[in-house]
């Protein structure tokens, strides 16, 4: 199998009662993909506070980017904005940062994750096999045929509902908008020496602390100072973390600084969640360039992580109860 960079849905509609006549639709051979190492597993990026991230402004974090350049470039981190490819404007959500709005980023996951085509992306994933595309015959005991794309805002297909409801879409937008960010636990000793420590290893040349939003007519998101730990731009991290799959402008091992609010209410860590160890998370960011991919922007922070292990445990376990309290 070629690697293509695109999502593979593990379920199919053959067979199913409200798609009659389509017997035919092949799950893909994930074993074969599997055993030729073409299988890229990610866990998906938590969605509170991303009503915050929505609004922050672009010369915001254009200024953050610019902003500790000598000490950026001697720890080797430099980063981008990843940029819609429509208009020009930085993009914010997902793994690479690949998406500018919570309408398209809820889109994009609709019909990639869910295979529900909707108004963002109106186009069914297969087109190949005719039997298999709407409109379907008319359901037993209801009125309507079924449209394209599959969620649409007033289908009719719901009667009891209002004229004008809005499609899934937009209410899973809506919904996103307005999920708050966590509430670190209250400030400790420890946890206060630790953000000490994160800022002095330079943890938050990449994890910028806050960003404020501007006035907005909804007063839950207006002049809110986010403290969501990224600049919100792409890194290289290196052949061992990349995924080989590149999105806009971030290649194949750039990702997205991930916010590290909800950190430590976190089970699984990093894109693809390989481990539940929130240390063996960080030490995962070195990575080393093979000719491929350059060393990972994040090398020298994790060796000053190291290193104040050897000439302060104390301070690096600060460090981690840090983390393990936002």
């Given at each position: ?63 953050n980017?610019?902003s500790n350049?000598?000490?950026k470039?001697g ?19 997902g ?12 889109g994009?996951?609709y ?6 085509s ?14 298999c ?6 359901p037993?005991?209801t ?22 409801f809005?499609?899934?879409l ?26 000490v ?6 943890c ?29 731009l792409?890194?290289?991290?290196g ?18 600084t ?8 976190r ?11 929130i ?8 990575s ?7 060393d990972?922007?994040?090398n ?13 445990p ?9 983390l393990?309290?936002?």
């Amino acid at each position: 199998m070629t690697p293509d960079g695109g999502v593979h849905q593990m379920f199919t509609i053959s067979n199913r009662t409200d798609a009659p006549g389509c017997t035919t639709v092949v799950q893909p051979d994930f074993t074969s993909a599997q055993q030729s190492n073409n299988i890229i597993f990610r866990q998906t990026t938590p969605t509170f506070g991303t009503g915050l991230i929505e609004l922050i402004q672009e010369n915001d974090i254009i200024a953050n980017k610019n902003s500790n350049l000598a000490r950026k470039t001697g720890l080797g981190i430099s980063g981008h904005p990843n940029y819609s490819d429509d208009d020009g404007t930085i993009t914010r959500f997902g793994w690479k940062a690949q998406n500018k709005s919570l309408l398209y980023f809820a889109g994009e996951a609709y019909t990639v994750e869910e295979g529900v085509s909707d108004e963002a992306f109106p186009s069914e994933n297969d087109e190949s096999i005719p039997s298999c595309l709407p409109p379907f015959p008319v359901p037993p005991g209801t009125n309507k045929t079924k449209g394209v794309p599959d969620d649409r805002s007033d289908t009719g297909e719901a009667p009891k509902l209002p004229v004008n409801f809005p499609g899934d879409l937009e209410r899973f937008s809506l919904f996103m908008r307005f999920l708050a960010p966590p509430t670190p636990v209250a400030p400790t000793k420890s946890t206060s020496d630790g953000l000490v420590q994160f800022n002095n290893v330079g943890c938050n040349m990449c994890h910028t602390q806050s960003f404020t939003t501007p006035k907005s007519t909804i007063a839950a998101l207006s002049n809110v100072t986010a403290n969501l730990y990224s600049d919100l731009l792409v890194h290289d991290m290196g052949p061992d973390n990349a995924d080989n799959v590149p999105q806009g402008n971030a290649t194949g091992d750039q990702f997205r600084t991930a916010p590290l609010w909800g950190v430590g209410q976190r089970y699984f860590f990093l894109h693809d969640g390989r481990t539940q160890d929130i240390v063996q998370a960080i030490e995962l960011h070195r990575s080393f360039g093979n000719g491929i991919y350059p060393d990972s922007e994040a090398n020298k922070v994790i060796d000053n992580f190291d290193s104040l292990g050897v000439s302060n445990p104390q301070g690096q376990q600060d460090l981690i109860n840090f983390l393990r309290s936002l």
